[in-house]
């Protein structure tokens, strides 16, 4: 089945170090993203990926960067974790084509813990 | 900016009965989308529902419909005959028509399904 895959499921890491998590699709969507999800709380837009351009929100630190080698992978990196920064990362993506945008298929999430 | 707004944190419902949850957004585009993500304990989002804005119909995917109406800006999920397995988060979430899928995220409602 196509699919949005992440891994690990779960990452523990110190306070201080890189960390990257990885997300890869098998449904050839054009559009990756990358969301923060705190506990109980909304879904938190870091950056997306319209094919190999980036796209940062205005609002996400640059503690968190982003890479996208090819269609199928797109790695999330955190160069200094804080605290702060333990969540639920979850990668989605969807297919643009045109005006129109299709659907956000999520992956399971990646769930951060910082020591 | 637009907003999302979920003012239920919580609801539960008898299993077999009928249950609503509230989604109330503000906006001044003209075209949107508006989704229904549910979101099990410790397993991915997935797509409720979806209705477009310039559709009047209100959308309906077996025992889930939603009641769209646009002049109230409001946006709510009915699932009849509820099961345990609808059990999860449920978020309300935006997209504007002309974006690349940013979709944004209202605060999430708990739903509970008793036996």
């Known amino acids: 089945d196509a699919m949005v895959i992440q891994n690990p499921r779960y990452q523990v890491t110190q306070f201080g170090k890189p960390v990257t998590l990885s997300c890869s699709q098998t449904l050839n969507h054009n559009v990756m993203y990358w969301y923060q999800q705190k506990s109980s709380q909304a879904p938190k837009l870091l950056f997306h990926?319209?094919?190999?351009?980036?796209?940062n929100e205005a609002d996400t630190p640059d503690n968190f960067q982003s890479r996208r080698p090819n269609t199928s992978f797109c790695f999330l990196d955190i160069r200094s974790p804080g605290l702060g920064d333990a969540a639920m990362y979850l990668c989605a993506t969807s297919r643009v084509m045109g005006e129109m945008t299709d659907t956000q298929y999520f992956g399971p999430g990646t769930r951060l813990t910082v020591l | 900016a637009q907003t999302v707004t979920q003012s239920q944190p919580e609801m539960s419902v008898q299993e077999a009965e009928t249950v609503t949850l509230s989604c109330t957004y503000d906006t001044s585009e003209s075209d949107y989308y508006l989704f229904w993500y549910k979101q099990p304990p410790s397993r991915q989002m997935i797509l409720v529902i979806r209705q477009e804005a310039y559709k009047q119909q209100n959308a309906t995917e077996n025992r889930f419909s939603v009641n769209f109406q646009k002049a109230a800006k409001s946006f709510s999920l009915k699932i009849s005959d509820s099961q345990l397995g609808d059990a999860a988060m449920y978020f309300c979430a935006y997209r504007r028509g002309a974006s690349y899928g940013k979709l944004t995220f209202g605060q999430g409602t708990i739903l509970t399904v008793h036996p």
């Open positions: 990926y319209y094919d190999k351009d980036f796209n």
